[in-house]
């Protein structure tokens, strides 16, 4: 019978800020591509009276990584399969998540999109990373 050592919270952690930075670059790199092509405008805010900024996508796509490995770390210490589990919780949030950036007053179907693939690029990137740590 073999045991199979479950991952240390610093590893987790510290494989979550790496996929944080990882996807803030991404993003970062979209969001600009994005306002240079229009897509992202200052004419429609996220927040009340507040355009999209570069700020508001570095820290959402670092903190809520921070926040899921944590998720991940109790997820992958009190069940068996904890990365496929952690993977599937993942992937569904993903999909609700999709439907976020059509509630914003007056937004685009180019411009939600855009935001969709950043949340998708920071659930790639941080599954990714700790499938790495599994």
Do not use: C, W
């Amino acid at each position: 019978m073999t045991t199979t050592s479950k991952p240390t919270f610093l590893a987790i952690l510290k494989a979550g800020a790496i996929a944080g930075g990882i996807a803030a670059v991404i993003n970062a790199v979209l969001f600009f591509i994005s306002q240079t092509a229009g897509i992202i405008t200052d004419t429609i805010f996220v927040q009340p009276d507040t355009p999209l900024t570069i700020v508001p996508v570095l820290v959402s796509s670092i903190m809520p990584l921070l926040l899921a490995s944590a998720v991940y770390f109790l997820i992958a210490k009190y069940t068996e399969k904890g990365y496929r589990n952690f993977s599937i919780l993942a992937v569904v949030l993903l999909v609700f998540s999709f439907g976020g950036p059509f509630s914003i007053p007056e937004v685009t179907i180019p411009y939600a999109l855009v935001l969709n693939v950043m949340h998708l690029v920071a659930v790639t990137v941080l599954l990714n990373r700790f499938k790495t740590v599994s």
